[in-house]
C-alpha cells in the first residue's frame, strides 16, 4: 500500500535549519508530486509548496520563498524539506502529502514530524 | 488568519446531520471546482474526506458528501456517528492551496 514515512522529531535553535525527510513507497515515485504542509500548535493548516519528484522542479509559497528547499532522492524515493532560519513561531508538525496533478488533493499524509525550535 | 473561512465549531447529536461551510472569494473557492475536505482527529495527520468540490474516495462512507454554490463550499455529514468527532479542514487550488481555519465537529 501508499506509504509516506517521515522522519523524527527535532528539536532546534533560532537561526538553524533543520531537514526533514519522507520517504515513499508503494508506488511509483516519479509520477506523483509532494506537497509539505505544516501545522502549528493548536493553529490550522498551511500549505509550504511543492515537488515533482520526476524533474526535481519545486514551487514554494511566497511566505517560504528564501527559507524553504525541497530535495529528493529517486534512488530511495525520498524527499526532503529544509527549512532554514529558524524561528519559534516555526514550531509545527510538518506533513508531506502526495498528490495526483500539482493542483489536485493530498491523499495520503505522512504521519507527521514535529519541528520546535526553541532557545 | 486563514485564507477561507470555516465556523469555529459545530455540533450534532448522533443520526442527526451537519453542515460545515467554508467561505472563500472568486479567486479560490469560486473560481476552481478542486476544492478538498480532511478529516484530523487529535494526534494524527488528516485525512482525504471529499475531493473536486464533491467526490469521495474509496472508504469514504457515503454519509460525507460535499458541495459548492458561488464562493461557499460546504461539507454535510448525515447520520452522524461518535468516530466522525474531529476537526475539519477545506482546501482550495488557487494557484497555490489555501486552507480553512479548521472547523471542531462535536458529537453530543
Known amino acids: 500500500q501508499v506509504q509516506l514515512v517521515q522522519s523524527g522529531a527535532e528539536v532546534k535553535k533560532p537561526g538553524a535549519s533543520v531537514k526533514v525527510s519522507c520517504k515513499t513507497s508503494g508506488y511509483t515515485f516519479t509520477t506523483y508530486y509532494l506537497h509539505w504542509v505544516r501545522q502549528a500548535p493548536g493553529q490550522g493548516l498551511e500549505w509550504m509548496g511543492i515537488m515533482n519528484p520526476s524533474g526535481g522542479d519545486t514551487n514554494y509559497a511566497q511566505k517560504f520563498q528564501g527559507r524553504v528547499t525541497m530535495t529528493r532522492d529517486t534512488s530511495t524515493s525520498t524527499v526532503y524539506m529544509d527549512l532554514s532560519s529558524l524561528r519559534s513561531e516555526d514550531t509545527a508538525v510538518y506533513y508531506c502529502?502526495?498528490?495526483?496533478?500539482?493542483?489536485?488533493?493530498?491523499?495520503?499524509w505522512g504521519q507527521g514530524t514535529l519541528v520546535t525550535v526553541s532557545s | 488568519q486563514s485564507a477561507l473561512t470555516q465556523p469555529r465549531s459545530v455540533s450534532g447529536s448522533p443520526g442527526q446531520s451537519v453542515t460545515i461551510s467554508c467561505t472563500g472569494t472568486s479567486s479560490d473557492v469560486g473560481g476552481y471546482n478542486y476544492v478538498s475536505w480532511y478529516q484530523q482527529h487529535p494526534g494524527k495527520a488528516p485525512k482525504l474526506m471529499i475531493y473536486d468540490v464533491n467526490r469521495r474516495p474509496s472508504g469514504v462512507p457515503d454519509r460525507f458528501s460535499g458541495s459548492k454554490s458561488g464562493n461557499t463550499a460546504s461539507l454535510t455529514i448525515s447520520g452522524l456517528q461518535a468516530e466522525d468527532e474531529a476537526d475539519y479542514y477545506c482546501?482550495?487550488?488557487?494557484?497555490?492551496?489555501?486552507f480553512g481555519g479548521g472547523t471542531k465537529l462535536t458529537v453530543l
Open positions: 482546501c482550495s487550488y488557487a494557484g497555490r492551496f489555501v
Open positions: 502529502a502526495r498528490s495526483q496533478l500539482p493542483y489536485k488533493w493530498f491523499d495520503p
